[in-house]
T-cell receptor, first 113, second 112 residues
């Protein structure tokens, strides 16, 4: 089956710094990838759809300038949390569709001090 | 960290039969267990979840059971219908914590 990886699996950073999270499709090409975030007491929330070679599509309420998404190749999408603050601490997970199904990455736990 | 295993990876049943998908987790601190359904070509959807203060939860034809001692939880679908065909993912996390681990998924096929 298709495999999606994320890097790093966890990261701790200082407030005000930027953090980049990578999402890779290892054995298939993905023109689209999805970024999710888990909020406390809630299930996963779709943040944005990453489109290879074009701008990402953000869900309502998600700040584009805060969460920069770049889908530079058919196997890599990156999410950069800019000027991170403690409220950005969360679990971020990406996914990529293949053959009509969606495959999840293992997730990245971000802690902003 | 948490490790979630899900079985079986594929499951085929006749329409009207029941389907059971099982997951185990490793972190005894986990207390929130959601289940997602992903239909072909569609986005994953949360279908049911359970917290560790209850042992069972039902929603029409879907039920989830939790055994904290054994660290396993299961999804039960009764009177299956072809539209139940999908990939089902289990997950485990600590409620109000920003971490979640998914199972590898189970592809359920319901034959008419």
């Amino acid at each position: 089956g298709a495999v999606v990886s994320q890097h790093p699996s966890w990261v701790i950073c200082k407030s005000g710094t930027s953090v980049k999270i990578e999402c890779r499709s290892l054995d298939f090409q993905a023109t689209t990838m999805f970024w999710y975030r888990q909020f406390p007491k809630q299930s996963l929330m779709l943040m944005a759809t990453s489109n290879e070679g074009s701008k990402a599509t953000y869900e309502q309420g998600v700040e584009k300038d805060k969460f920069l998404i770049n889908h530079a190749s058919l196997t890599l999408s990156t999410l950069t949390v800019t000027s991170a603050h403690p409220e950005d601490s969360s679990f971020y997970i990406c996914s990529a569709p293949w053959a009509g199904w969606e495959f999840f990455g293992p997730g990245t736990r971000l802690t902003v001090l | 960290g948490e490790n979630v295993e899900q079985h079986p990876s594929t499951l085929s049943v006749q329409e009207g039969d029941s389907a059971v998908i099982k997951c185990t987790y490793s972190d005894s601190a986990s207390n929130y267990f959601p289940w997602y359904k992903q239909e072909l070509g569609k986005r994953p959807q949360l279908i049911i979840d359970i917290r560790s203060n209850v042992g069972e939860k039902k929603d029409q034809r879907i039920a989830v059971t939790l055994n904290k001692t054994a660290k396993h939880f299961s999804l039960h679908i009764t009177e299956t219908q072809p539209e139940d065909s999908a990939v089902y993912f289990c997950a485990a996390s600590v409620y109000n914590n920003n971490d979640m681990r998914f199972g590898a998924g189970t592809r359920l096929t319901v034959k008419p």
